[in-house]
């Protein structure tokens, strides 16, 4: 598979997904049709091998459709990273009880997946759940956790949720287990109501439950080696796709309304303002920068080298304020009209601001990458 195939695939979808966007922010639904469209177009199997549905696409494939969907609908595009991260997670380590079959529903899309690591009680420090697991009379794994804002909370079919094992000596002895949204003991706390991606169903969501260890993703304890060599890496790389989608939907719509808005006592339009001009180029610049930066880390992701892990880390970051000052720039250059529903640029940097605070957050990240640059350990 290639970004062209990628790109056919996407042609499909977008008109649905411009379609229902502003209804999404407005209203703060979740993206049913979107979802809908990706499901049919065969995107949201985009990562998962062709011998269970699937594209197999790899890094690159994820950044296109990414950005593509981020550009129109940036509460279309969290709910898609989300479902495509928890399908990498489960295609590297899939559970011995259905593993099969539930990769070819999450590939179909006859089911939605997503993730539940973050807890109330580490924050945003996903990798390190509070919560330990205790082993039940009948061998069942008994999960009790308070999981922190999970996107697609009431529309997901499937969490992939973390815990510490039973007999953890620490956060990062922990497990991955798939969890039934349905199951008795899922409990949502309460609906999203949030200034951006709106429409991204993000709750917080009470587990107590009993899984099998045919529930469990990898091996005994294996979770935290997962979340850092699987999950962090394609959700970096989506994340930072989706802030570029959206800082590249705002600029272009700066673009136009500089371009086509006039001052009809000069017989000129705003693009005719040096100074109007000199913002647009330089958020291009920005834009441009950025996108090279992760295109380069997309291929360091599929074939990985000794500096994998910094740009992974890095790129995340930067791609998240990139898309804070590109969308700080389209507003400015729009002005009053950037501040109404009107050009829809308000969407895009109230959406933008997410990735910034979104775990890991970009200061975290940033350390994280600095600890690299020295040679220190990151944990």
Not at 105 to 132: M, N, Y
Not at 231 to 253: E, I, K, M, T
Request: glycine share 12%; net charge negative; charged share 20%.
């Amino acid at each position: 598979m290639g970004s062209a195939m990628v790109v056919d695939r996407l042609d499909q979808v977008l008109p649905t997904v411009r379609e229902h966007a502003d209804a999404v922010d407005r209203d703060g639904v979740f993206p049913q049709e979107q979802v809908r469209a990706l499901a049919d177009s065969g995107l949201l199997g985009l990562i998962l091998a062709p011998e269970v549905g699937g594209l197999g696409g790899g890094p690159v494939e994820l950044v296109e459709a990414m950005t593509g969907v981020a550009a129109t609908c940036g509460s279309t595009a969290m709910v898609y990273l989300m479902h495509l991260a928890s399908t990498a997670v489960v295609g590297a380590a899939p559970p011995p009880d259905g593993g099969n079959e539930l990769l070819a529903d999450l590939a179909s899309g006859a089911k939605l997946g997503t993730l539940a690591f973050s807890e109330k009680g580490s924050r945003s420090h996903f990798w390190a759940p509070v919560s330990k697991a205790e082993r039940g009379p009948d061998g069942k794994v008994v999960i009790g956790a308070d999981k922190s804002w999970v996107t697609s909370a009431n529309e997901a079919d499937v969490y992939v949720t973390s815990t510490m094992a039973p007999d953890a000596e620490g956060p990062t002895d922990s497990d991955l287990y798939v969890v039934d949204q349905a199951a008795d003991g899922v409990t949502i706390l309460s609906a999203f109501d949030g200034i951006g991606l709106r429409g991204n169903d993000s709750a917080p969501v009470r587990l107590d439950v009993e899984v099998s260890d045919g529930a469990r993703l990898g091996d005994e304890k294996g979770g935290f080696g997962l979340m850092m060599q699987v999950v962090l890496p394609w959700f970096s790389l989506g994340n930072s796709a989706v802030s570029l989608g959206l800082a590249r939907g705002a600029l272009d719509q700066a673009i136009t309304h500089a371009s086509g808005s006039r001052f009809e006592h000069l017989d000129s339009t705003l693009a005719d303002l040096p100074t109007i001009r000199a913002y647009l180029a330089k958020a291009w610049a920005d834009l441009a920068a950025h996108d090279a930066l992760l295109r380069e880390t997309a291929a360091r992701v599929a074939e990985p080298d000794e500096g994998t892990v910094l740009a992974v880390l890095a790129t995340k970051a930067a791609c998240n304020e990139a898309a804070l000052r590109v969308t700080d720039t389209a507003m400015r250059v729009a002005g009053g009209a950037g501040f109404s529903r009107q050009l829809g640029i308000d969407r895009y940097a109230r959406d933008a601001r997410a990735g910034f605070v979104m775990a890991p957050t970009s200061d975290a990240l940033f350390d994280f990458a600095g600890r690299a640059l020295c040679g220190m350990d990151l944990f």
